[in-house]
């Protein structure tokens, strides 16, 4: 009789034992975390919280160096005084010249200086290096001309030209000049002339078809 009773009893306590061991794999089994979970975050949830935060202080700074400028006068890279209006129309003036755009000019600032630019259609940013006095007077020099007034219809805008890889930011000036066609005729003669907002260099300039048969006096 008491072979059986400790018969019974080995055997509960075997029993007892592998019920613990099977219960301790099975609470190790659910603490195992993916590693490739826990490597990219999405076990517990931080490398997608510092992953968004980076994104925002990038945004954040990106947005606090480059805004949509303001009205109001600046100084530009090279230490020249500009006086910006920019409601309608974006004006700039430096100087006696003036321009106007339809383009959506941004301003960065850099130190105590300000950046003035806009983004093509091609998705680069060009900065307003060249400003409207110098462009101005380049322009004058192309196409032989006095001045740039209300008196020959001059006028100058600033915005994007060419297509595609080649768009560029420029400036256009527009003015009309006396000639005589053959020598004898009086007429009016448009011309027109881009210069380069940010190297100041000529892209190009244009004249009527006719204009070889024409003699242009000295403005």
């Given at each position: ?12 306590l ?59 006068n ?62 101005s ?10 001045v740039c ?71």
């Amino acid at each position: 009789m008491k072979k059986i009773i400790l018969g019974v009893f080995v055997m509960l306590l075997i029993s007892a034992i592998v019920f613990a061991q099977a219960e301790g794999i099975h609470d190790a089994g659910t603490g195992i975390t993916d590693p490739e979970l826990k490597e990219s975050g999405q076990g517990t949830g931080q490398g997608l919280q510092t992953d968004t935060k980076t994104e925002n202080s990038g945004d954040a700074t990106t947005l606090q160096n480059q805004i949509k400028v303001k009205s109001g006068n600046y100084e530009n890279a090279n230490g020249e005084q500009m006086q910006v209006q920019n409601e309608a129309k974006f004006k700039l003036k430096v100087g006696d010249s003036e321009v106007e755009s339809d383009l959506t000019i941004t301003q960065e600032q850099d130190q105590n200086r300000t950046k003035l630019k806009t983004q093509l259609s091609n998705g680069k940013n060009a900065e307003i290096k060249i400003m409207p006095n110098t462009a101005s007077e380049t322009a004058i020099q192309r196409l032989q001309l006095k001045v740039c007034s209300s008196e020959n219809n001059c006028s100058i805008q600033l915005k994007e030209v060419g297509t595609g890889e080649q768009a560029k930011l420029a400036y256009e000036v527009k003015a009309q000049k006396q000639a005589k066609v053959l020598g004898m005729f009086k007429t009016q003669m448009q011309v027109q002339a881009q210069v380069d907002a940010e190297t100041g260099e000529t892209i190009q300039t244009k004249k009527p078809w006719w204009a070889f048969l024409a003699s242009e006096p000295a403005e």
